[in-house]
């Protein structure tokens, strides 16, 4: 197992890890020998993610590669990083939880509610898909509320 792991690392000189969320990303750059060379918490975005990655400290040309969760948001940080780096890994949100979400809850939910929370998180989805193309985002805690309705309008 081992040298399986060791061919798939063999190619590359930087290792890219990203703790990726919608509005901030979490990245951890480490060196071959596993030390750190750089970590930063930076706003979820392209230009943010180009400066943090080209800053001069892979000057060489050495070979990138990036790994992070594919969660429900992850389409925009695999396009820029495939144009940042040479390899990006999605790796699958339910290995790399220790403890899974085994809450066991009997409710009754009334349809109408769970409709709604459908559609919220379409709406969510669609937005997270393009966040380049749309207006600037009002910084409000909940879209749905007056000026984020205002906004979606």
Known sequence: MQAKIKALVDDYDRFIGIDHHKRTSYLTVKDREGNTLKRGNIPTSKKALSLF???GENENGSASIAVFEAG???????RWLSEMVETVVLAHPGGLKIVSDTVYKDDKLVLMVQMQTKVKNRIHSTIDLYPD???TRPEVSDIF???GM???Q
Do not use: E
């Open 150 to 152: 205002h906004w979606l």
């Open 72 to 78: 429900r948001c992850y389409r925009p940080m695999y």
């Open 53 to 55: 990655l080209d800053d």
């Open 145 to 147: 509320g007056k000026l």
């Open 133 to 135: 193309a749309l207006p």
